[in-house]
Nanobody, 125 residues
């Protein structure tokens, strides 16, 4: 059974940092794009960041550029999202995702095949 399990969420003050992890099990995703999405209260799920199979291509939504960094450890079958200078508007449930169909280009949101259950990030102002 393939699983993506997020961890590292929590409550942090504005300006603080958190590091999210997404551990994959059941298969390796070394040849696949992995990504982070988030859903804020009352809003639709939105793209946050994605990373290509080898880590050479990284994509970010404009609102997190310069503050968030996506990375992955192929040996651990795990991806990370380092979030710095957090703002209240970053409050959301963060989801890990992986695509079977893309190895380097950023997939459309509906072409991710695996999703985690999410981890809550709350930023207090």
């Amino acid at each position: 059974q393939v699983q993506l399990v997020e961890s590292g969420g929590g409550l942090v003050q504005a300006g603080g940092s958190l590091r999210l992890s997404c551990a994959a099990s059941g298969r390796t995703f070394s040849s696949n794009v992995m990504a982070w999405f988030r859903r804020a209260p009352g809003k639709e799920r939105e793209f946050v960041a994605a990373i290509s199979s080898g880590g050479g291509f990284r994509y970010y939504t404009d609102s997190v550029k310069g503050r968030f960094t996506i990375s992955r450890d192929l040996a651990k079958n795990t991806q990370y999202l380092q979030m710095n200078s957090l703002k209240a508007e970053d409050t959301a449930v963060y989801y890990c995702a992986a695509s079977d169909r893309y190895s380097s280009r950023r997939p459309p949101q509906d072409e991710y095949d695996y999703w985690g259950q999410g981890t809550q990030v709350t930023v207090s102002s």
